[in-house]
């Protein structure tokens, strides 16, 4: 008994050295959201003005703010929200190459929206896509799909270690004719968590990292739905970034002349211990709202499992 304990404790030497070598030896790698307002082709991309605020594409003046941005920010993996077709997302892609962000490896997802979309561009291949955009739900008697579908695409920044990123951009808090836009969005982040928990149930450990714009703010059931307690009893843990003077909203409206954080990343405990808090934050550009009408938000993760 002595022997298997020693021979026990020797393993567990062995895998805490390997384990701090590997990490001392891992560059982390930084993973931005961010929603890009707009980034659209024409005005044939968009609803009916008077539904949509600023309904217009992105002028080319703003989509130079967006790329220096993100030029500073220097992603490994960003996640979009607010794109249109493949198209732009080649343009953006393009853009941020010519500004020396090289993000060869994409994933776009359609929706019922047809004008907006969830994407990912990425510096490393994808191991699996399971992307999905035939997941609907009941309201009001009838069958309903999450509009923008979910963006699901896992990556292996470095050997033998996979991160699964999960993207979402729920219901705007502009109402629509055909349902309650707040019975719309509660609807589409409990799909979002049981879809979680399906993942989480089959692989308790998964490095996964949810992000997106989440239309609601923290003390919302939408939110609190994709953080709170799911299946054994397994809770995700909301980031809560900042920016350097310690604010936290994400969101202008300027209608209402209101900030608001609507933009999450949200981690898997299996994740949890590789977030690097302390390079994690909200962009806090002076050219922020030329941009987007949202700030972009990041964070490093050292890719060993620890």
Do not use: C
């Not at 022997?3 to 930084?30: C, K, Q």
């Not at 993207?167 to 979680?196: C, I, M, N």
């Not at 399906?198 to 992000?211: H, K, R, V, Y």
């Amino acid at each position: 008994m002595v022997t298997r304990h020693l021979a026990g404790v020797g393993l567990v030497l062995f895998i805490s050295v390997w384990r701090a070598d590997a990490a001392e030896n891992s560059d982390p790698i930084v993973v931005v959201a961010y929603n890009v307002r707009n980034w659209l082709a024409t005005e044939g991309d968009l609803p009916d003005a008077d539904q949509v605020e600023q309904a217009r594409p992105k002028s080319e003046e703003e989509k130079q703010a967006a790329v220096a941005i993100l030029a500073a920010l220097q992603p490994d993996v960003l996640g979009i929200t607010e794109i249109g077709k493949p198209a732009e997302l080649a343009d953006l892609a393009s853009r941020l190459k010519s500004a020396g962000i090289d993000l060869p490896h994409h994933e776009w997802v359609p929706g019922s929206d047809d004008h907006r979309h969830v994407a990912l561009l990425s510096r490393f291949p994808f191991v699996s896509r399971d992307s999905r955009s035939d997941i609907r739900f009941e309201l009001d008697g009838r069958p309903v799909p999450i509009s923008r579908g979910i963006l699901d695409v896992t990556i292996e920044p470095a050997p033998g270690y996979r991160l699964r990123l999960i993207g979402v951009h729920l219901k705007s808090k502009r109402p629509v004719p055909e349902f309650d836009q707040a019975a719309l969005r509660a609807r589409e982040a409990s799909s979002l968590r049981q879809y979680v928990n399906a993942i989480l149930t089959e692989s308790p450990d998964a490095n996964l990292l949810l992000w997106g714009d989440f239309n609601d703010t923290r003390n919302e059931y939408p939110v609190r739905e994709i953080l709170g307690q799911g299946a054994g009893g397994v809770r995700l843990t909301d980031l809560r970034l900042e920016d350097p003077r310690g604010d936290r909203w994400t969101q202008y409206w300027r209608t209402a002349d209101v900030y608001s954080r609507f933009d999450y990343l949200v981690a898997s405990p299996g994740l949890l211990p590789e977030i690097l808090p302390e390079r994690s934050g909200i962009d806090h550009s002076p050219e922020w709202f030329e941009a987007s009408d949202h700030r972009a938000i990041f964070t490093a993760i050292l890719p060993v499992d620890q």
